[in-house]
Nanobody, 120 residues
Framework: QVQLVESGGGLVQAGGSLRLSCSASGSIFSIGYMAWYRQTPGKQRELVARITSDGTTNYADSVKGRFTISRDNAKNTVYLQMNSLKPDDTAVYSC??????????????WGQGTQVTVSS
């Protein structure tokens, strides 16, 4: 069994910063990509940022230059540093990871989500 647990969400004023963390635990052989998504009521879930096992990153256009994704492979943890936050960034943020439970078998796992609210 594998679990992803997020932390770091909360309420912040526009222009402020937050750092989200997501740690994976359980029967993990290795982890491939790790990613952050966000969703607001009535909208589709949106990919915010993604990082591969070798550190290659990609970002949604709406967060480029403001958000930074990173990972600590020794801790099976992914981070999302969010700067210059805007009210439009308000959403539930969830982490997603490709977890290998053996050398050739992987599954996609999701965290429970953490609320980020940016006030104007």
């Amino acid at each position: 069994q594998v679990q992803l647990v997020e932390s770091g969400g909360g309420l912040v004023q526009a222009g402020g910063s937050l750092r989200l963390s997501c740690s994976a635990s359980g029967s993990i052989f290795s982890i491939g990509y790790m990613a952050w998504y966000r969703q607001t009521p009535g909208k589709q879930r949106e990919l915010v940022a993604r990082i591969t096992s070798d550190g290659t990153t990609n970002y949604a256009d709406s967060v480029k230059g403001r958000f930074t994704i990173s990972r600590d492979n020794a801790k099976n943890t992914v981070y999302l540093q969010m700067n210059s936050l805007k009210p439009d960034d308000t959403a539930v943020y969830s982490c997603n990871a490709q977890v290998f439970i053996s050398p050739l078998r992987s599954y996609s796992y999701w965290g429970q989500g953490t609320q980020v609210t940016v006030s104007s």
